[in-house]
């Protein structure tokens, strides 16, 4: 706000500054007022929003094929012509991580789209069908109680590697958590005094749920989804990596850094592109949490 | 007291159950059949039909389910299909290089995490509690392998200060020890020390506020030990039982840790048991895992009696 504001110019009257004022609180609630109250949110979605839109467009972006091998030009220094530099057998490592992003955010995306909404509907059956609550709470607590990378390994085990086997397996592995959030939120939200008020009145179970429960569960369940998300890229890359996770086929930022193993001593730009790449966008996410997180629940935010 | 003990013992139970019945799961719908496998190409299909029915792979999953639980509750996790050893001694060949990089990172970790929450809650909205509160959401943001090659290429290859990779046993020396373990232990403490970082300083805002903190200030207390005695004992139970959850999040990442720094330990083992499909080192490896975490926890939780007297059942 300007300094002026304050003071009083001689022969105005006393009220003039007001107008002046209202616009400034105006500005504070659109778009902008929002970066401001919000800057890590700001942050972390326009750094995903390229990540997004470098996925989209990637054979626009001045790639080649990521997958061509040319032995002519193995492990070559980055350079203006290899800007990443080139792999053992020659791919354009530039390329490769940029086609990269489309695994990781596909993953990420989907698989805290497929938990939260698996999450859901296991939290509600958990948090109402009071019968089936200890059993299932028992299984989760099972789930839980297998650290969710060696889960989603050995899941992987059983079958080949491909984007939606990686998908399933991770997303297995992230429903308890969400589980849990929900079913806490659905045993607290029924001893609202409204609850029970509705069930006093006659109302049907599937109502109280539409409109009493599911609306409240709805901010932290999208924080959460961004938490899972974040994760879900770390745990795809980590599966990649260790030979689990996506053929080296399709190249993703996981997988690349597998290939650089080898060699990281002498060629440390092979791990080095991918790594920032993967970090980069898991601390958009992270971040973009963190900011829904103070936006949507604030109760929350103060505790954390 | 004993009664609580014996009471969460017994909640370990069903949880222990439902992890045998996913890992034994594991085994029954793994692709390809042991049968044909251990009989070899030229098996006939009468002789493999044998071999089946001598293995018992032809019964019902409840039996073998059973028998198979029976088999790990006597100390028997079965035969590797490759090394053709028992898992068990696959397993505690490599036993001691994974415990020696999570005990390290665990006390290197507390060491680090908790003084770093408690000066930030003490200095809550300064310059260096940002400067804190950055570092661990960068801590949750960069995964576990970016950070260990990172480290391992400026301190080991740049710096020459460390080795770049593998392990010395600790029986030939405590300090070849500790230094092959410094940079693994750091890369994968890094989610630790953030996840316990933020926890100490979430509940040491909390309890900063109270009454008996201001009135030990005003009688003149230094404050180290009003922070690190009054304040701490009385958040502790949120870290400790923090400390215990992310016990999982060690065991992970041990996997990745130990493939970038050549560590022979489980992790290893684990990922080439995955390369090679050898289901009973998976099975074995989960088992233990998941058995040190549940174990963990239950410790975790019968520790709050000793943290805050006040917890009594």
Redesign the interface.
């Known amino acids: 706000m300007n300094a002026q504001n304050f003071v009083n110019p001689a022969g105005t009257a006393i009220a003039a500054p007001l107008p002046d004022v209202l616009p400034a609180v105006k500005s504070r609630r659109g778009f902008f007022g929002l970066i401001r109250r919000y800057p890590t949110l700001a942050f972390g979605a326009a750094i995903l929003l390229i990540m997004v839109f470098i996925a989209v467009f990637a054979p626009m972006l001045w790639t080649v094929d990521p997958t061509a091998i040319a032995t002519g030009r193995r492990n070559r220094e980055p350079s203006l012509l290899y800007w990443f530099g080139t792999d053992m057998f020659g791919r354009d490592l530039y390329s490769r991580v940029l086609y990269g992003a489309r695994v990781s955010l596909i993953v990420g995306f989907s698989v805290a789209l497929l938990a939260s909404a698996a999450g859901l509907v296991v939290g509600l059956v958990s948090g109402f069908v009071r019968i089936a609550d200890s059993l299932i709470m ?2 989760m ?3 839980m ?7 989603a ?7 080949r590697g491909s984007m939606s086997n990686v998908i399933i397996a991770v997303t297995i592995a992230e429903i308890p958590r969400v589980a849990r959030l929900v079913r806490s939120v659905v045993l607290s939200l029924r001893e609202q005094p409204y609850v029970d008020a509705a069930i006093a009145a006659g109302t049907r179970t599937p109502k109280i749920i539409l409109t009493h429960i599911l609306p409240n569960t709805l901010a932290p369940l999208i924080v959460q989804a961004s938490y899972i998300c ?1 994760s879900a890229m ?1 745990t795809e ?2 599966l990649s ?4 996770g996506i053929p080296p086929s399709t190249p993703s930022w996981g997988n690349i ?1 597998a290939e650089g ?1 080898a060699l ?2 002498v060629k ?1 730009y092979i ?2 592109f991918p ?1 920032a790449f ?2 980069l966008t ?2 958009a996410v ?2 973009l949490g ?1 900011g829904l997180r103070d936006m949507l629940d604030p109760r929350m935010a103060k ?2 | 007291m004993l009664l609580y003990v014996l009471k969460r013992l017994l909640s370990t139970i ?6 045998a ?3 034994f799961s ?1 085994l029954y ?3 390809g059949d042991p049968a044909a496998t251990i009989a070899g190409d030229q098996a006939t299909p009468a002789e493999i039909e044998k071999i089946r029915q001598n293995l018992g792979l032809d019964r019902a999953f409840v039996v073998r389910f059973v028998e198979w639980a029976s088999q790990i509750l006597h100390g028997d996790l079965g035969t590797s299909l490759f090394a053709n050893m028992p898992v068990r001694t696959m397993i505690s060949e490599r036993l001691e290089p994974t415990l020696s990089l999570l005990i390290v990172t665990l006390f290197l970790a507390i060491l680090i995490a908790v003084p770093m929450g408690v000066i930030a809650a003490w200095k809550a909205g300064t310059l260096i509690d940002r400067a804190i509160m950055a570092f661990s ?2 801590g ?7 950070t260990a ?2 480290l391992a ?1 400026v301190f080991a ?1 740049r710096l020459d200060w460390l080795p ?1 990779q593998g392990y010395t046993p600790i029986s030939q020396g405590i300090i070849p020890w500790f230094a092959n373990l410094v940079l693994p232990a750091v890369a994968l403490g890094c989610v630790y020390i953030a996840l316990i970082a ?1 926890t100490t300083r ?1 509940t040491m805002l909390e309890v900063l506020q109270q009454d008996y903190v201001r009135t030990a200030r005003a009688k003149g207390l230094a404050l180290p030990g009003i922070l690190f005695i009054h304040a701490l004992k009385n958040a502790a139970v949120p870290i400790v039982t923090v400390i215990g959850l992310g016990i ?2 060690l ?3 041990a ?2 840790t130990e ?2 720094f050549a560590i022979p330990g489980l992790g290893r083992l ?2 080439d ?3 090679r ?1 050898d ?1 009973p080192v ?1 099975q074995g ?2 088992l233990l ?2 058995f040190v ?2 174990l963990v ?1 239950l410790a975790v939780d019968l520790t709050y009696t000793l943290v805050d007297p006040r917890i009594r059942y």
């Open positions: 028992r299984i607590d099972g789930i109680s297998i650290p969710p990378i060696l889960l390994v050995a899941l992987m085990a059983l079958t974040a770390i890359a980590i990596f260790i030979g689990a850094m193993r990281w001593q440390f791990v080095l790594a993967l970090s898991v601390l992270n971040l963190d505790s954390v | 069903p949880v222990m159950a439902v992890v019945l996913f890992v594991l719908l793994a692709p959401v960068f949750f943001s960069v995964p576990v392998f970016v090659y990172l290429y290859l770049v933020r979430a999982a999040l065991i992970g990442g996997v990745v493939s970038v684990t990922v048991a995955i390369l499909r289901y998976i490896v989960v895992f998941s975490f549940v926890n």
